[in-house]
């Protein structure tokens, strides 16, 4: 046999090695399912309504405003991503509307980034997109918020339209756990824990935004260790005339942020969200 031929066997024995002849041995990834509304054509959300039974719709509430030198100013937005798809999918029947990018917040000249809606406005927001989501044929509308703003309103607009449109056998309840209960029992975990309080740019949204995004640039992992912001205020507490403030938009102390803590915050998010959607969900609605 001459050289080329002995280098064609060659090729052709390698190839067979790494590529196997039965085709039922190769592994195709698995698809995700696809919960986002977004994502779909009007044939495949009138297909998931009626005939899978994905009638439960969530508004999740995400917000663009200054989170600190270290992160985006998206981050309320992007969690709000990655926290309603996890809730969707494991709710089962659910689709996530798009996340809306504004919160109940002001702009401020001083840390700009900030793109706020007054609350009257906010409110009006989440009822058009709630009563236009019952007119595509959902049955069940969950709001939900992942900035401290806008929290109270999301809450009042639950109640109108659950009142309006029970008797018809549509739902809109509101989902505070999401935010509030996690937020709280987190914070709490971690003062068991020797973390410093933190209430803006600290460790609890900067751990998120680091197990979620870290790799897809949504922290500057290069400041976090420098990532010292103004103390907290405790309730009813005045700020010290006589201290210096450092006004580089954390409130708190991010420098000990991780990606566990992050995944710690993330999962209760999910867990508390999902438990308190099937509860009220379950109820009768309140009259």
């Known amino acids: ?31 995700e399912p696809v919960v986002e509304l977004e994502m779909m054509t009007w044939p495949e959300l009138k297909k998931a309504i009626h005939e899978e039974n994905k009638t439960t719709a969530l508004i999740y509430n995400g917000g663009t405003e200054q989170r600190g030198p270290q992160n985006i100013t998206g981050g309320h937005t992007f969690m709000g991503q990655a926290t309603a798809r996890a809730i969707a999918e494991r709710l089962g029947n659910t689709i996530v509307a798009p996340v809306l990018p504004f919160s109940v917040n002001n702009a401020s000249a001083d840390l700009p980034g900030t793109i706020g809606l007054t609350g009257p406005l906010f409110a009006a927001v989440n009822e058009e997109v709630a009563e236009q989501l019952i007119r595509n044929g959902f049955k069940n509308i969950v709001l939900m918020g992942d900035h401290g703003g806008g929290q109270q309103e999301l809450g009042e607009v639950a109640k109108k339209l659950d009142q309006k449109y029970s008797s018809q056998g549509i739902r809109v309840v509101y989902c505070g756990d999401v935010y509030v209960k996690t937020t709280n029992d987190f914070n709490a975990w971690l003062a068991t824990q020797g973390y410093p309080p933190s209430v803006h740019g600290g460790v609890p949204d900067t751990s998120e935004m680091i197990y979620l995004g870290g790799d897809k640039g949504w922290v500057r992992r290069e400041l976090v260790s420098t990532a010292l912001g103004d103390p907290p205020l405790k309730p009813g507490q005045n700020p010290d005339p006589n201290a210096m403030l450092i006004n580089n938009g954390i409130t708190g102390d991010a420098r000990r942020s991780s990606a566990a803590l992050g995944k710690r915050r993330f999962d209760m998010k999910v867990e508390y969200a999902v438990n308190q959607i099937q509860r009220l969900l379950s109820r009768a609605p309140a009259q």
């Open 1 to 31: 046999m001459n050289c080329i031929g002995v280098t064609i066997c060659a090729l052709v024995f390698s190839a067979s090695a790494v590529y196997p002849q039965n085709k039922s041995e190769v592994k195709k990834p698995s698809a």
